[in-house]
């Protein structure tokens, strides 16, 4: 999708859910830098209309987009908190709720939430955005040589190994996931890797049929790492 000034935000909702049915995570939108920053002017909008409760309702999966791709494009190291804030009226009293609506997102749409223990609002909320932003395109060619070079067995934590040799963004977007879910996109990235490389099930149907908790997005782009060893994953503009 591309966006023009005239695109306005309520267009931009309705392809956000007419995507949802076809997407893992949010990330597999693609939506490129021009294209969320576009999002989050229209967005910053809503702040300033009186009584914006249900405005902010009605928009909250675009809230959900724009916070996911913030940690994709933003700033390393800016917390979710920040993020949320630019686009929700900062209301402490208000706050709660927001959150709730917020989590409520990936529930209501059906979007793949991962099994993880019940916690509050705001640290769910995090782990979550987190785990739907998944690897940015700029880092997936070297997270793919990392891991074909790693091991792990059904003890290890592969992320105490390689958090130091992951690129700073993927980095700061996995410290937010939580344990469980960070470590199995790790180990199942890692197992499709392997798959890629020893040319076994290297079509697309059968690895996205295989691999059902990763990313559309991250399958598509191994097999083509795969492939061409000098793959540069290339920005959607």
């Known amino acids: 999708m591309s966006y023009t000034n005239k695109v306005n935000l309520l267009q931009m909702q309705g392809y956000f859910e007419g995507q949802v049915d076809k997407i893992r995570v949010i990330s597999d939108l693609k939506l490129s830098e021009n294209e969320y920053r576009s999002l989050g002017v229209r967005l910053k909008s809503l702040s300033f209309f009186d009584g914006s409760e249900k405005d902010i309702e009605d928009y909250m999966l675009s809230i959900l987009v724009y916070c996911t791709y913030s940690l994709i494009y933003g700033n390393i190291g800016t917390d979710f908190e920040e993020i949320f804030w630019q686009v929700v009226p900062k209301n402490q009293y208000m706050k709660r709720m927001y959150l709730r609506m917020y989590k409520d997102v990936f529930y209501s749409y059906g979007i793949?939430?991962?099994?993880?223990?019940?916690?509050?609002?705001?640290?769910?909320?995090?782990?979550?955005?987190?785990?739907?932003?998944?690897?940015?395109?700029e880092d997936k060619a070297i997270y793919y040589q990392i891991l074909s070079s790693s091991s792990f067995d059904d003890e290890g934590h592969m992320y105490e190994n390689l958090r130091d040799v992951l690129p700073p963004r993927t980095r700061y977007i996995f410290d937010m996931m939580d344990d469980v879910s960070r470590e199995k996109l790790l180990k199942e990235s890692k197992l499709l890797v392997d798959d890629v490389l020893i040319a076994q099930n290297t079509h697309n149907s059968a690895l996205i049929d295989k691999y059902p908790d990763l990313d559309l997005n991250l399958i598509v782009d191994c097999i083509m790492w795969g492939f061409d060893k000098d793959f540069v994953m290339k920005q959607a503009f």
């Open 112 to 137: 793949s939430t991962y099994d993880v223990p019940r916690i509050d609002f705001l640290p769910r909320c995090i782990q979550l955005t987190a785990r739907h932003a998944g690897i940015p395109d």
